[in-house]
């Protein structure tokens, strides 16, 4: 693909072409188009007749009423192998929602679960990096526990905050926690 410079272009030649378009401009004045006139005169016509049309076959012509006789039915009589009527239905909802009596059954939802709630913002092989998050989340004004725990892979320290009876409270703290900038503290059941 080239590039063009288009600032640089040379003028457009002017020549034949444009003494044309000159000349044709300052010419006498185009004449009414008769065909088009012709179409759309024919077009009005034929647009107002299909109205007369319409308009005038509106009224409606007085006849005088057939009367038609209907048979008589025969009596039918009674087949031992036909099917007995169609019974008609009943509807039981309608009457359900003028009494507007809805009953719902609910389980009952206990207040407290079962088991606390804990939210561990650390865990550190060193007492000393754990007390300085524990001081970080001291000056967001929570207070944190460092617990001291002895595993298969040797000894950590856990920067831990709770007991919370919700979760919800929990939350609540774990999002003070983020706003600041501590981030990655988890949710879990205490563990006493």
Known sequence: MTN????????ARKGKNSARKKSSKGSAPKRFPILLGL?????????????????SSG????????????PKKKPV???????????????????????????VD?????????????????????????????????FQGLEAQVRKAT???GVWYKVVLGPYDKKR????????????GTNGCQIWFWEG
């Open 59 to 70: 009224e409606p012509e007085t006849t005088a009423p057939v009367v038609v006789e209907q």
């Open 151 to 153: 595993g298969s892979s």
């Open 106 to 138: 609910l389980p009952e939802v206990s207040t407290k679960p079962k088991r606390p709630y804990q939210m561990q913002c650390g865990s550190f092989r060193k007492e000393s990096q754990a007390n300085e998050l524990k001081a970080i989340i001291a």
């Open 77 to 103: 009589k009674k087949d031992p192998d036909a099917l007995p009527p169609v019974p008609k239905e009943e509807w039981t909802y309608l009457e359900e929602l003028e009494n507007k009596k809805v009953e």
């Open 169 to 180: 409270d929990a939350e609540r703290q774990r999002h003070v926690l983020q706003n600041n």
């Open 4 to 11: 063009r410079d288009y600032a640089n272009r040379k003028p």
């Open 39 to 55: 179409i759309t005169l024919a077009g009005i016509a034929s647009f107002g007749y299909l109205l007369w049309i319409l308009s």
